[in-house]
């Protein structure tokens, strides 16, 4: 799994050389210039490069973004896979979070863990059709 870099750590007004960078993320400055290469935006060609703290936020965010790995319909994503797994059949529950809000239970196919899935309730008919299990919607106890 590709290392992840916080976003928030840098600061969106201040402006950052490639050193401070590499300095503030612990990375070499040959990562930073990867970085420039793809897509980070400098403040100009004027060396020491300059980058803009906000740039380079929104950057590592879009980064995460690119690693990020998709759900499938009639998926959940299993945190101990650490990857997009079916739920065993048998093992799925929607629950409703709030008015508008529901939650999606399932045990992993492949670890057998807990995995969660937040979905709109105005999207459970289309989702309960790819789990390929109709069931009615539990209410949350308030406890
Ligand atoms: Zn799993």
New binding site residues.
């Given amino acids: 799994m590709a290392k992840r870099y916080n976003p928030n750590k840098c600061k969106i007004n201040r402006n950052y050389t490639i050193s401070e960078i590499a300095l503030l993320y612990e990375v070499h400055k040959s990562t930073v210039k990867a970085w420039l290469r793809k897509g980070l935006i400098k403040i100009d060609n004027k060396r020491p490069y300059l980058i803009l703290g906000g740039d380079l936020r929104q950057f590592l965010k879009d980064l995460r973004g690119i690693n990020k790995r998709p759900c499938e319909l009639g998926e959940i994503y299993?945190l101990?896979?650490r990857a997009p797994?079916e739920p065993l059949q048998d093992s799925i529950v929607f629950e409703s979070e709030s008015s508008t809000y529901g939650r999606l239970k399932g045990s992993?196919n492949?670890?057998d863990?807990t995995m969660n899935r937040y979905f709109r309730l105005a999207d459970l008919a289309v989702l309960q059709r790819h789990f390929a299990v109709i069931l009615p919607l539990q209410q949350k106890r308030l406890s």
């Fill in positions: 299993c101990k896979c797994r992993c492949v670890c863990s």
